[in-house]
Each structure stands twice: as structure tokens, then as C-alpha cells.
């Protein structure tokens, strides 16, 4: 019997919400994905409509509702802010880290579990996302919870999760955890164990949570709805890329060695280790874990459309072969070993990470002083995770550093330097010039990836502009009074095809992000 500790699980669950929860209320909704899911639930409310999502007043089959669901109901409760938008994401993440706290203890002990959840809660990737107002930490927390339920053999709470991921992000709530079991089970040997797991009323409960919406939603708005959804959502992303500079095999490579960070040094090492130094017992555990974060690698890997929030699946697996490392090696005692691997790896990631963050100045120069201590406290910092395992061998002194590491990032990152970069990333303040300055009587062109925020902060649909079309020539071209509101990058490609008009100008700019007026 596997006790979980009371002290241990106050400690995740706070270090879990200071990482996540901090500031998620304090910078602006970042373009274009995050204005999407907050005015998709205002929208909802406004229309009194919960079952078609839409956005400027129009039907949007992009994603399946629950996280429209979420933020709707956290904007009755907390107002229409960037709080709300994004307190469903960083509950699920927390959430996520309780259930791998919960999971690696019962899986091997209670220290396993423990770092699993520190672990998970102190990377880039995971508390970056956790801050995020979209749908990717509540696709992987009904995700992980299936795969889990699994693996504790709680099947019917298994179905019920692939349900609740297949009403927040499509199919690929059932593909991702049953493609993984089923490899698993195979790999083993161990088929027959799917007669135990209620397969057919599973599915029969499956589809009583999971169908409901998508046959309400055919009803209404019948073929374009599959053919939006379905057709170009889910297949044509994978077969067609979005971005064509993407396309490449090695695209995710730098995406988990930064996101893992501070943790990247020891995951190498930890792979290694639950390969050729865990016991038989723990053996079968470890192995499920890594068809688990293999699979997501290899299926996005292949997926023509690549975006780095798409691996997020493979940040518990990750995280719980950290944690059964750090259990082993504290329970060794090995510290009259050197860790040479571990101190390897992390030598190198705090090196280029904190190098990286003080040159990071001379291209965001609103936040050199922040980015300059950023870089200064990664390298002091890590320069202590290193020397307590090389001088001291203190394996638990080390994580503790690591996880020091990875909140301090944090903090600075949202405390100092998303405040001053917002406006690179947000519509906000160049909103709020157009709502005091302008003539609302006129007409306004929008950048398509800036609309969604220029929409839920000045109220104000637009007319969109796609970018490398002409769209943005065109619109000038017809001489009419207007505004447009335009990415520096498409007005830069403007000007070097023709000149602008010279009743062309600008009314304001805030970090290349432009709102012109054609009188």
C-alpha cells in the first residue's frame, strides 16, 4: 500500500498554482489564438446560444465547446477579463499536476510521485500553456486522466475522460489514448487484457457523453459542419501544412529540449536510466510511459501542421520518468557518485538559456534590463544546481535548485517582461486608441491574425485583410475613408512592392503593430 503525504501534496499543489495562476490576469489576451476563446464564450453569452460556437457573429466550427464552455461560465462568475479567459486552462493544469502526483505514487512511491508533480509544474512548456486561454491543458487533462484511468485499470473513468477530450478538441480525445494503449498492449504481449476492459459498453458510454454535441451540431447546420470540422480541422491539418516553413523532421526537437527546461539536463539521462537500470516491476510502468510521450513525438513529427503546444501530451509521461529517476537515485544514496550526464546536460541548456535571454535584449530593447537579470539569475542559478551535485552530491539539494530555477523564470518572465512586450503580442493598447480617437462611422480593415483581439477589445469586427493575398493593397486601393489596422510585417511588404498613398497615415504604433487612417 502507496500512502500519499499530506505535507507533499500541499507543496505541489502550491507550487502548481503559483506557477500557473500567477499573472494569467495582469497581461493582455497574446494574438491570435487567445482573443479567439474569449470572445467565442462572450459571443456564446451574447447569443444565448451554448451549442454553435461563433465568432464575429458568425458560426465557427473550429474547435468543440468545452473550452468555450469553461471560459463562459468563468466569465459569469469573474467578469469579461484575461482572468477569466484563462482560469479554466490553469485549473486543468493544476489539476494535471495533482492527478501525476496522485498517479506516481500509486505507480511506484510517494517520492516518485512527488517530483513527477514538481517536475511538471516547474517546466516552461507546461506553465507557459497552463497561462494560456486555450485548449490544450484541458485536452491534456482529460488526456492524461483516460491514459492513467488505464493504467490503474479504472476503465469506465477511462471512457469518460476520451469523452470529455473528444468534446474539447475532436477526435483526437480517443485516437491519441487509444492508439497509445493499444501499442502498449501489443508491444507486451498482453492483447487479451482488452476482454477486461468493458470495451463495448465503454464505447457505449463513450459515445452517450461524446455524441450528443456533434449530432446537435449536424442537425442544425448539417454538411458544412463535417466538412469544416472534420474535413479541414482534423485531416487536412495533418496532411496539409499551415505553416510551410515548419515542414521540417527535426521541428520538435528544440520545442521539448527548451520546454522542458530547467529539466532538460536530467531527462536525457533519466531516459537512459528507466531503460537500463529499473527494476522488472517498475520496468513495465516506464515502458508504457514512453510509448506514451513516443507516440505524441512520432505523430506530430509526421503531421504536416506543426505548432509547439501540439506535444504537450508528452509532458507527464516526461515528467514521471524524471520523477522515478530522482526516487531512485535519492533512495542509492549515491552521493559518492558523480553525475556526469546530468550535470552535462544542464550545464549546457542554463549556459545557451541564459546567453540566450541577456542577446535576447538587443531584439526586444523594451526589455533588455528584464532580459539581462533573466540571464544573470539562470546562469547563478544554475552555477548552484551544478555545483551542489558535483561538490555536495546532493541529489534533492539539486532538484530543489531545479525547481527554484524553474519559478524564477516564471516570476521575471510575468512579472517584468510580458507586461512591457505585451503590445508585440497584443491589440490592447492600439484598441483602446481606436475606441477614444477614432470615428467608429468609418470603415476599419483588420490583419486577420490581429482581428480576434481587435474584436474582443474594441468591440469591433472589421473588415479582415488576409495576409500575402494583396488584401492589404486592395483595401487602400479603393480610396475610401477608413482605418486599417496592420502587422509591421505586411506593411514593410507593401512598401517594397509600391508606394503607399499619401493619404496614408498613421494614427498610432505600438511595437509594429499599426493603425492607419486613409482620409
Not at 269 to 279: D, F, G, L, P, T
Request: with cysteine; charged share 15%.
Amino acid at each position: 500500500m502507496k500512502y500519499f503525504d499530506r505535507n507533499s501534496l500541499l507543496i505541489v499543489v502550491g507550487v502548481a498554482v503559483f506557477t500557473i495562476f500567477f499573472g494569467i490576469g495582469g497581461v493582455p489576451l497574446l494574438d491570435p489564438d487567445e482573443p479567439v476563446y474569449a470572445e467565442t464564450a462572450r459571443e456564446m453569452i451574447q447569443f444565448n446560444d451554448f451549442l454553435s460556437p461563433r465568432i464575429f457573429g458568425e458560426y465557427w466550427y473550429d474547435k468543440p465547446p468545452m473550452y468555450y464552455w469553461l471560459v463562459a461560465l468563468a466569465q459569469m462568475v469573474f467578469g469579461d477579463n484575461e482572468f477569466a479567459a484563462r482560469f479554466p486552462a490553469a485549473l486543468m493544469a493544476t489539476g494535471t499536476v495533482v492527478m501525476v502526483y496522485l498517479s506516481g505514487t500509486k505507480l511506484f512511491n510517494e517520492r516518485a510521485g512527488f517530483w513527477s508533480a514538481l517536475v511538471l509544474a516547474s517546466s516552461i512548456q507546461f506553465f507557459y500553456m497552463g497561462k494560456a486561454a486555450v485548449t490544450d491543458t484541458t485536452l491534456l487533462f482529460f488526456m492524461t486522466g483516460a491514459i492513467l484511468s488505464f493504467i490503474h485499470k479504472r476503465y469506465w473513468l477511462m471512457y469518460v475522460c476520451m469523452a470529455l477530450a473528444t468534446v474539447t478538441k475532436g477526435p483526437i480525445g480517443i485516437v491519441f489514448p487509444g492508439a497509445i494503449i493499444f501499442l502498449y498492449l501489443l508491444g507486451m504481449g498482453r492483447l487479451r487484457e482488452i476482454l477486461s476492459m468493458h470495451v463495448i459498453r465503454g464505447m457505449l458510454l463513450y459515445f452517450l457523453i461524446a455524441s450528443p454535441w456533434y449530432y446537435a451540431m449536424y442537425t442544425v447546420h448539417g454538411m458544412p459542419f463535417i466538412e469544416t470540422f472534420l474535413g479541414f480541422h482534423n485531416v487536412t491539418r495533418f496532411t496539409t501544412p499551415e505553416h510551410a516553413s515548419r515542414v521540417t523532421f527535426w521541428y520538435y526537437f528544440p520545442v521539448v529540449i527548451l520546454g522542458m527546461f530547467p529539466w532538460t539536463g536530467i531527462l536525457f539521462q533519466s531516459i537512459k536510466a528507466s531503460i537500463s537500470e529499473s527494476r522488472i516491476d517498475d520496468m513495465q510502468k516506464l515502458i508504457l510511459l514512453h510509448v506514451w510521450w513516443g507516440f505524441v513525438f512520432l505523430f506530430f513529427t509526421v503531421c504536416k501542421t506543426k505548432l509547439t503546444s501540439y506535444i504537450l501530451p508528452m509532458w507527464p509521461p516526461m515528467a514521471m520518468i524524471i520523477g522515478w529517476n530522482i526516487s531512485r537515485l535519492m533512495a542509492k544514496q549515491r552521493y559518492n557518485t558523480t553525475f556526469y550526464s546530468w550535470m552535462t546536460g544542464s550545464g549546457i541548456i542554463f549556459l545557451l538559456l541564459g546567453v540566450g535571454w541577456i542577446v535576447g535584449g538587443e531584439y526586444l530593447p523594451e526589455a533588455s534590463f528584464g532580459l539581462m537579470v533573466l540571464g544573470a539569475l539562470t546562469l547563478l542559478l544554475g552555477a548552484a544546481a551544478l555545483y551542489s551535485l558535483w561538490n555536495f552530491r546532493d541529489i534533492q539539494l539539486a532538484a530543489w535548485m531545479h525547481v527554484t530555477i524553474g519559478i524564477v523564470t516564471m516570476g521575471v518572465v510575468f512579472a517584468f517582461l510580458m507586461p512591457v512586450i505585451a503590445d508585440r503580442f497584443s491589440v490592447k493598447t492600439i484598441s483602446a486608441v481606436y475606441e477614444e480617437r477614432c470615428d467608429k462611422d468609418k470603415t476599419v480593415y483588420v490583419d486577420k491574425f490581429l482581428r480576434p483581439g481587435f474584436m474582443y477589445y474594441s468591440g469591433t469586427a472589421g473588415i479582415e485583410m488576409l495576409p500575402k493575398t494583396g488584401a492589404f493593397a486592395d483595401a487602400i486601393r479603393n480610396g475610401e475613408e477608413k482605418y486599417i489596422l496592420v502587422r509591421g510585417l505586411e506593411l514593410r511588404r507593401l512598401r517594397k512592392a509600391q508606394a503607399t498613398p499619401d493619404n496614408l497615415q498613421t494614427v498610432a504604433e505600438f511595437s509594429d503593430i499599426y493603425l492607419l487612417e486613409q482620409k
